[in-house]
């Protein structure tokens, strides 16, 4: 089965530029998507199609995907984006979907 | 605006069936779209369940697939999930969700109700 692969954690001090990663076999050929998901709460879609984002999300959140990796970057960043980060992509040869584990993001 | 609730039993004793329901309001579910469940137990990551076509047309998720039940009921805009013989490992929260029908993503998801199974 596909499987994704997401860093456990990744620390960035505010203002800066954060990037979580999501590896996969080819997931270049894939549509990957980003969801956010704050303590308690439930996950929300910051980035679909690889690089598309829905209203209302910042323009910060800005996604790329080629080759085995897929990432989510997000600039100049604030203490309110501290959450847990997922990738996801649906695997067409299997009929799944399939989540990354989930990276921590702190802002130091 | 689309909304999601989830709704059924905060306990369920082990082996037995947790069902839930999802009611679906601003959008009805006979015009089109996938619907999903999610879960997630504590301090741990998300797994897809399954999937729903308005049509009835499911996906599940392989290692759940023996246990799992996803149904849709067009008259009532919601969804439903059961899943059989029930251990602690299927304590988690659960989510629904609208799943957009090209990429699959999920795009409205409802605010989960967390399930514990014990006896």
């Known amino acids: 089965s596909y499987v994704l692969t997401q860093p456990p954690s990744v620390s960035v001090a505010p203002g800066k530029t954060a990037r979580i990663t999501c590896g996969g076999n080819?997931?270049?050929?894939?549509?990957v998507h980003w969801y956010q998901q704050k303590p308690g709460q439930a996950p929300v879609l910051v980035i679909y199609?690889?690089?598309d984002r829905p209203s209302g999300i910042p323009e910060r959140f800005s996604g790329s995907n080629s080759g085995n990796t897929a990432t989510l970057t997000i600039s100049r960043v604030e203490a309110g984006d501290e959450a847990d980060y997922y990738c996801q992509v649906w695997d067409s040869s299997s009929d799944h979907q399939v989540f990354g584990g989930g990276t921590k993001l702190t802002v130091l | 605006q689309v909304q999601l609730q989830e709704s059924g039993p905060g306990l369920v004793k082990p082996s037995e069936t947790l069902s839930l329901t999802c009611a679906v309001s601003g959008y009805s579910i006979s015009s089109g779209y996938y619907w999903g469940w999610i879960r997630q137990p504590p301090g741990k990551g998300l797994e897809w369940i399954g999937s729903?076509?308005?049509?009835?047309?499911?996906y599940y998720n392989p290692s759940l697939k023996s246990r799992v039940t996803i149904s849709v009921d067009t008259s009532k805009n919601q969804f439903s999930l059961k899943l059989s013989s029930v251990t602690a490992a299927d304590t988690a929260v659960y989510y629904c969700?609208?799943?957009?029908?090209?990429?699959?993503?999920?795009?409205?998801w409802g605010q989960g109700t967390l399930v514990t199974v014990s006896s």
């Open positions: 729903i076509y308005h049509s009835g047309s499911t």
């Open positions: 080819n997931i270049g050929s894939k549509s």
């Open positions: 969700a609208r799943e957009e029908v090209g990429a699959r993503y999920f795009d409205y």
């Open positions: 199609y690889d690089s």
